[in-house]
């Protein structure tokens, strides 16, 4: 039986090594491994660390300081999915992803039976109650040695010092001044009282979040879940039209989940389950690229390497568009994960060609055997073993550009990663079906994938990316790298990225390519678009015992430790 059909079904039937970025500086450590997009966040963790914490204070310090100072990539008015492989050998997977509120209903986003795309992406009705504050405390409480009270102080005391946008910073604030200046609580944070937008070089302070994360460290998450924050919540949506109540935050929850585990080529894959799509997928595509001798085929016709990697992504997201949603809601298959099925995908594959994909596949006991039920990535690691990855997100820039009034908090546009309605693209260009359809106190599907890779049952490698559904295809090509074509670690997470999505079926290339492998691509079949990528952390145990921590090399992160 097969998830029943309410939406109808999609139109079935119908930067610079090898042409990628050069490798940034990596940190090297003995005692631990922090690595993130800022080097505040990482110094953060590193500090949490040196302070008797292990890789889970150090990893939920670097995300809280994150919400200070990346705050249109995560916040506490985001989401999260927290991967830890613990000192033990237990793997947990903790789902701090929003939920819908109580009062969100299938049809929320259309008006006159259309769909609005603007109404899920910016606004009252684009935020999912936040759960990744509640996932951090809980991780905190659970498996962490620190209470989170010093990193939410560490990172107050830089929201109310500020620190100095550089000029990416300063025209992302530029570029959506407009719309923060429909709300008056983004108003009052990132923009001047004149109305201008700030500029390279100022000082951005935020004396609303510095008191926020005061009074977390002082009550609690209850001051956030049932506390001032909810209230203001729920007054600022009920006066604006929104439908997230103050009972919205007091019935939040974080999940633990059951860890994904696959293997690819003899090493263990562990991967984020549903509500994220990546843990599934990265393993499916990996599934299938077992079936290609992908070191030889690079050595022969690099072009045919990435055809190959892009033919397989092409048929797992056909899966995804149709298959995925939150498992409490939808009967997400099992057999999305087996080998055989990958074989049958594989055999599909030409290596001359692309080839068209018009409809997602089937996979074994698709009836019966089910998961039971703009981003950011930090990887962090410990002497005593622990590895941890956390993804972290508002969802797109600044998320809904609402700020709650005297809170500084940044409110996420998670709804927007649900299926408005079906065939109808998001932000990120997704499609999807009824498994992914908006319900009440459901979670939206993602594509964050935080990873851990074992070797002989030992942690060898953590790493995770942001990037909407690139975040699948970054994963899958840093793993690629490192263990098919064997580059260094740097030099994975630096070398060039392609993605397929389905739909658009098109072929997203990193501009830097070799113009000879582009054309060749295209000789074949592919529709090619040069576009941008995500951002992807990793750390590596080295065969001395020493970690290499490697963020990426597109934006001015830090990996460091102890
Ligand atoms: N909002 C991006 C994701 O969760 O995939």
Redesign the pocket.
């Known amino acids: 039986m097969k998830v029943a059909l309410v939406f109808p079904l999609l139109a079935c039937g119908s930067l610079l090594i090898a042409a990628g970025h050069a490798p940034a500086e990596p940190g090297i450590a003995a005692g631990g491994m922090v690595a993130t997009v800022h080097p505040a966040a990482t110094d953060s963790g590193v500090a949490a660390l040196g302070g008797g914490g292990n890789a889970i204070d150090a990893a939920i310090a670097a995300a809280l300081m994150l919400g200070v100072v990346d705050g249109h990539n995560s916040g506490i008015g985001g989401g999260c999915f927290i991967l830890v492989h613990l000192a033990d050998g237990r793997q947990v997977a903790i789902d701090g992803r929003e939920t819908a509120p109580a009062r969100a209903h299938r049809d929320m986003f259309l008006r006159d039976g259309k769909p609005n795309a603007e109404l899920s992406q910016t606004g009252p009705l684009a935020s999912g109650v936040p759960g990744a504050l509640a996932a951090y405390d809980l991780a905190a409480r659970e498996h962490g040695r620190l209470p989170l009270q010093q990193a939410l102080l560490r990172a107050a005391e830089v929201a109310e010092k500020g620190y100095v946008l550089d000029v990416s910073a300063a025209k992302r604030l530029n570029d959506l001044s407009a719309t923060f200046a429909r709300f008056e609580g983004s108003r009052a944070v990132f923009l001047k009282s004149d109305g201008s937008s700030h500029e390279a070089g100022e000082l951005f302070r935020q004396p609303d979040l510095a008191r926020t994360y005061r009074s977390l460290a002082e009550d609690g998450i209850a001051w956030f879940y049932q506390g001032p924050f909810a209230k203001a919540l729920e007054g600022w949506m009920a006066s604006n039209g929104g439908l997230t109540t103050a009972s919205d935050l007091a019935a939040y929850r974080p999940q633990m989940r059951e860890p994904i585990l696959s293997t690819y080529r003899g090493y263990a894959i562990v991967g984020f389950p549903p509500p994220s799509s990546g843990g599934v997928h990265v393993a499916q595509i990996l599934n299938i690229l077992e079936h290609f001798d992908l070191k030889a085929i690079y050595g022969r016709d690099p072009a045919q390497f990435y055809h190959v990697i892009a033919e397989a992504m092409k048929r797992a997201f056909a899966d995804r568009a149709y298959w995925l949603g939150d498992p409490g809601f939808a009967q997400v298959p099992r057999g999305l994960l087996d080998k055989q099925y990958a074989r049958e995908l594989a055999r599909q594959i030409k290596l001359d060609r692309a080839t068209e994909v018009a409809c997602h596949g089937d996979p074994p006991a698709a009836g019966s055997d089910h998961f039971s039920r703009h ?1 950011t990535h930090i990887a962090a690691v410990d002497a005593a073993g622990n590895w941890v990855g956390i993804t972290a ?1 508002v ?1 797109t820039a600044f998320g809904s550009k609402v700020v709650v009034p005297g809170t500084g908090v940044v409110l996420n546009n ?1 709804m927007d ?1 649900f299926s408005i309605a079906p065939g109808v693209p998001n932000s990120a260009g997704l499609v999807g079906a009824e498994a992914n359809a908006v319900a009440p106190g459901k979670r939206p599907l ?3 994938s935080p990873t851990v890779v074992l070797a002989d049952d030992k942690p060898l490698l953590t790493l995770g990316a942001a990037g ?2 690139t ?1 699948i295809s970054q994963v899958v090509m840093a793993l690629v790298y490192r263990l098919d074509l064997d580059r260094d670690l740097a030099a994975a997470v630096g070398g060039v990225r392609v993605h397929q999505q389905w739909r658009p079926d098109e072929l997203r290339v990193q501009p830097t390519m070799e113009k000879d492998w582009i054309a060749a691509l295209e000789g074949i079949g592919h529709h090619v678009r040069r576009g941008g990528f995500g951002i992807c952390q990793a750390i590596e145990r080295l065969p001395d015992g020493r970690f290499l921590g490697v963020h990426d090399p597109r934006v001015a992160g830090k990996a460091a430790g102890p």
Do not use: A, C, K, V
Request: aromatic share 0%; charged share 10%; no cysteine.
């Open positions: 981003t997100t969802n998670q990663d993602s594509s964050m909407g559904p975040i």
